[in-house]
């Protein structure tokens, strides 16, 4: 069944919502959705975790975005404008999806469902169809494979004659979205093909060209990409593709840099807290028996010779540094000839030449 044609009104702007059976069982499973995330939400804050608000606004956000392009005026003025069309391919692979990453929802399942529903998911995240799902050359095939084969065929025509053929399409476009940004810009743990952060930005910069590209090309159509639009509608749809494209790189790239520092800190701190470890060790005060010799030690201090205690082994953080360097730090050399760790006798050269003070 066709789509019937709905003009560019105020008045249809804002009451023309699509009713029908589809449009329904979408805004269900949206209102189901938001409702396991806030009860969610509500249960890590019983037991005093808190759950963060951007990524609470960001879920919420990405199923309004769902809700507007499936069920909203909107969508109801998809079979008379292609700019419409295109407004609703955006909010579909390029608005809801990373909003619903941001969110971090399989997260935020793991923490508060219970032990049988974690295994359940685990199970399936582990999975080799899931791996294969989410590969990213099949990421890539479902992304950007779709939009082509939809846009440059006979296919968006067909399907816009074909209304349960447009909802099942429209369908996996959201869902190869999702698998595409999910690594991108994602909180949650990836088990299989995880990427850098780097990598991430170099996949968008590269996907946007394709977008752009595609926009390019409706702008160069000489004949609508279907029947119910006319040529000026194509190339407004064409020019409104390629123009978002800037806008979502820059958004993209955004969250990606955010995540790239905050990593870094953690790597930092993490150096730090090692290192300071490393350092405290070094700082222990070596084991003298009572009457004064060191621990450990066997061989009886010869006449004229004062007895030094051994120093434990070296950490290795020091080894790791003597490896690179060649030498100690000054502080760490010093309080290894207070312990004595070369052995040397009163009165003969120390480290450096210097003498000892033992």
Known sequence: MMMPKVDFTLHNALTRWDLSAFPLATIAVLVALAVWYLRADWVLATRGRRWSGWRTWSFMASLVAVLVALASPLAAMTGTYFQAHVLQHLLLMVVAPPLAALGAPSTLLLQTSSRRTKERWLHVLRSRPFAALTHPLTAWALYFGTMFIFFLTSLVNTAMHDMALMDAINLVFLFGATVYWWPMVGIDPIVHWKMGHGARMFNILLGS??????????????????????????????????????????????????????????????????????????????VVLADGAPAGVATPVMPGMVATAAAPPRTAWEEAWLARTGSLPTTVAQRQRRRGDHGAPAGTGGVGGEPSRS
């Open 209 to 286: 060209g394709i977008e752009a590209f595609l926009g390019v090309a409706l702008t160069s159509e000489s004949h609508p990409v279907a029947t119910m639009y006319t040529i000026a509608s194509t190339h407004a749809g064409g020019d409104l593709l390629w123009v978002s494209t800037e806008f979502v790189t820059v958004g993209a790239f955004l969250p990606i840099y955010l995540q790239w520092v905050r990593s870094e800190d953690r790597a930092g701190a993490r150096a730090d807290a090692r290192a300071a470890k490393a350092f405290a060790l070094a700082d222990q005060p070596p």
